[in-house]
């Protein structure tokens, strides 16, 4: 199961952390990662990273704004985001793909497991 917590209202130039637990697993390789999806649009691919951390992936709409990582000890990704922008408000959604490689993919339908989504809303 995943957990996400850590959305809410935020100004435009603003930050936010997004959190992301994950419980019952008993396979630690796992890769995580975020998507958004705004209303009347698809889910999208955001950030990803591997199982060990050391490979990580981002959507160009975010680079150089969005940091992803994890602690693999807690079993919980996080996605700092900063420089937020109105285009960033989105229900953001944790996902997570077993892999024992260090590849990290954005496609949606790579991913088995997803968390319940977290409301970021990014205002002028």
């Known amino acids: 199961q995943l957990q996400a917590s850590g959305g809410g209202l935020v100004q435009a130039g603003g930050s936010l952390r997004l959190s992301c637990a994950a419980s019952?697993?008993?396979?630690?390789?796992?890769?995580m990662a975020w998507f958004r999806q705004a209303p009347g649009k698809e889910r999208d691919f955001v950030a990803g990273?591997?199982?060990?951390?050391?490979?990580?992936l981002y959507a160009e709409s975010v680079k150089g704004r969005f940091t992803i990582s994890r602690d693999n000890a807690k079993d919980t990704v996080s996605l700092q985001m900063n420089a937020l922008k109105l285009e960033d408000t989105a229900i953001y959604y944790c996902?997570?793909?077993?892999?024992?490689?260090?590849?990290?993919?954005?496609?949606?339908?790579?991913?088995?497991?997803w968390g319940q989504g977290t409301l970021v809303t990014v205002s002028s």
């Open positions: 996902a997570a793909r077993y892999s024992a490689s260090e590849m990290v993919v954005g496609r949606a339908k790579n991913y088995s497991s």
């Open positions: 019952g697993r008993t396979q630690p390789r796992y890769a």
């Open positions: 990273i591997s199982w060990s951390g050391g490979t990580t």
